[in-house]
């Protein structure tokens, strides 16, 4: 199975400011990999497929990159709506794997 | 709108069986495939099992591979999971997610999830 892993697993931080988490695979997936938002309580939202493509109605300031088996999920400008849990997932083989989540907390 | 509402959660004693249900709404459900994730109690995501949308292939994660089974009745538009053997450590909200389309490994949108208790 591809491991997924992502750091930090938890990152405080100002309204505004850029926030970068990390996903690294266990083996190559390509660009086989998108990003999941989770709020308390909430069923988890996708914001990013295939690496850089945002999903319909995902903000701008939302991104995503790949160097490698690594990739990041980039927010410009953080937002009050933005405080919440974020996963990484691959979607290159069976079966489908989620990073442990990346908790992003108000500073 | 696109609604997914999961049902038949509850407490059930290990080693039983317990069915759960997915009823979609406000798009053609024979057109995509579908999943079942889990998420235990302040943990993270685990992806369950995915049918395609004309239920020819299934594929399942690594622990309830044997135990569940995934299937579809698209004259209700419903998606369902089977559990049988259940564990302690089946305790988990199950939600249902629609893949996108021609793109069926991601998937949104998610249903509210329904919590079930192996105990």
């Known amino acids: 199975d591809i491991q997924m892993t992502q750091s930090p697993s938890s990152v405080s931080a100002s309204l505004g400011d850029r926030v970068t988490i990390t996903c690294r695979a266990s083996?190559?997936?390509?660009?086989?990999l998108g990003w999941f938002q989770q709020k308390p309580g909430k069923a988890p939202k996708l914001l990013i497929y295939?690496?850089?493509t945002l999903q319909t109605g995902v903000p701008s300031r939302f991104s995503g990159s790949r160097s490698g088996t690594e990739f990041t999920l980039t927010i410009s400008s953080l937002q009050p709506e933005d405080y919440a849990t974020y996963y990484c997932q691959q979607a290159y083989s069976f079966p489908l794997t989620f990073g442990q989540g990346t908790r992003l907390e108000i500073k | 709108q696109v609604q997914l509402v999961e049902s038949g959660g509850g407490v059930v004693q290990p080693g039983r069986s317990l069915t759960l249900s997915c009823a979609a709404s406000g798009f053609t459900f024979k057109n995509y495939g579908m999943h079942w994730v889990r998420q235990a109690p302040g943990k993270g995501l685990e992806w369950v099992a995915l049918?395609?949308?004309?239920?020819?292939?299934?594929y399942y994660g690594d622990s309830v591979k044997g135990r569940f089974t995934i299937s579809r009745d698209d004259s209700k538009s419903t998606l369902l999971l089977e559990m049988n053997s259940l564990r302690v450590e089946d305790t988990a909200v199950y939600y249902c997610?629609?893949?996108?389309?021609?793109?069926?490994?991601?998937?949104?949108?998610w249903g509210q999830g329904t919590l079930v208790t192996v105990s």
């Open positions: 295939a690496t850089f």
């Open positions: 049918i395609w949308f004309d239920g020819t292939k299934k």
């Open positions: 997610a629609r893949g996108l389309e021609l793109l069926e490994n991601w998937f949104d949108p």
């Open positions: 083996q190559n997936i390509g660009s086989w």
